[in-house]
T-cell receptor
Framework: KQEVTQIPAALSVPEGENLVLNCSFT??????LQWFRQDPGKGLTSLLL?????REQTSGRLNASLDKSSGRSTLYIAASQPGDSATYLC?????????FGKGTMLLVSP | GAVVSQHPSRVICKSGTSVKIECRSL??????MFWYRQFPKQSLMLMAT?????????EQGVEKDKFLINHASLTLSTLTVTSAHPEDSSFYIC????????????FGSGTRLTVV
């Protein structure tokens, strides 16, 4: 059974800092890995999707990497802003399944 | 991009009543819709998978008679919480894939259900 772990569970940083969120998974037989953002009381917004054959994806200030063999992914956020404050979820897609981590709650203070 | 529209966003109901949550795919055909439940400060828990025109597949521990799922068309899936109790209060989210596994999943905006 796939298990997804996200570290840290919570992170508080001052505005402008670069930061890294970590995601690890136990079964490397995945189709893709997706990073989501969730604001309080809201649904999920997809940030980046990395196919199993890819090593990284970039969108603006966000960069996600994938090391499938070691079961790890990182989400790098450059020059963090208060608007980045949210919970970030990592989800791994297997055959007909999508397994989520518990998320990292990020707070960026002005 | 693909959009999944979920309604209502928030609902309060009395114990014993039923509540229906709708999820519509606006610009694609959702042959499969996933229904999740999320407890405060917890991750998403998959409740069931609905496929258009067939019975939903429920995860272990989820009561299918309590959480009725209907997926009658390629653009609409509904979750009905029957005879709701306070312990059913939660955040419910639907999701669908826009092109199989190659394009990831799109989520609805969620429904906050409060049973009083």
């Amino acid at each position: 059974k796939q298990e997804v772990t996200q570290i840290p569970a919570a992170l508080s940083v001052p505005e402008g800092e670069n930061l890294v969120l970590n995601c690890s998974f136990t079964d490397s037989a995945i189709y893709n890995l997706q990073w989501f953002r969730q604001d309080p009381g809201k649904g999920l917004t997809s940030l980046l999707l990395i196919q199993s054959s890819q090593r990284e994806q970039t969108s603006g200030r966000l960069n996600a990497s994938l090391d499938k063999s070691s079961g790890r992914s990182t989400l790098y956020i450059a020059a963090s802003q208060p608007g980045d404050s949210a919970t970030y979820l990592c989800a791994v897609s297997g055959y007909s399944t999508l397994t989520f981590g518990k998320g990292t709650m990020l707070l960026v203070s002005p | 991009g693909a959009v999944v529209s979920q309604h209502p966003s928030r609902v309060i109901c009395k114990s014993g009543t039923s509540v229906k949550i709708e999820c519509r795919s606006l610009d694609f055909q959702a042959t499969t819709m996933f229904w999740y439940r999320q407890f405060p400060k917890q991750s998403l828990m998959l409740m069931a998978t609905s496929n258009e025109g067939s019975k939903a597949t429920y995860e272990q521990g989820v009561e299918k008679d309590k959480f009725l799922i209907n997926h009658a068309s390629l653009t609409l899936s509904t979750l009905t919480v029957t005879s709701a109790h306070p312990e059913d209060s939660s955040f419910y989210i639907c999701s669908s894939g826009t092109g199989g596994l190659d394009y990831g999943y799109t989520f609805g905006s969620g429904t906050r259900l409060t049973v009083v």
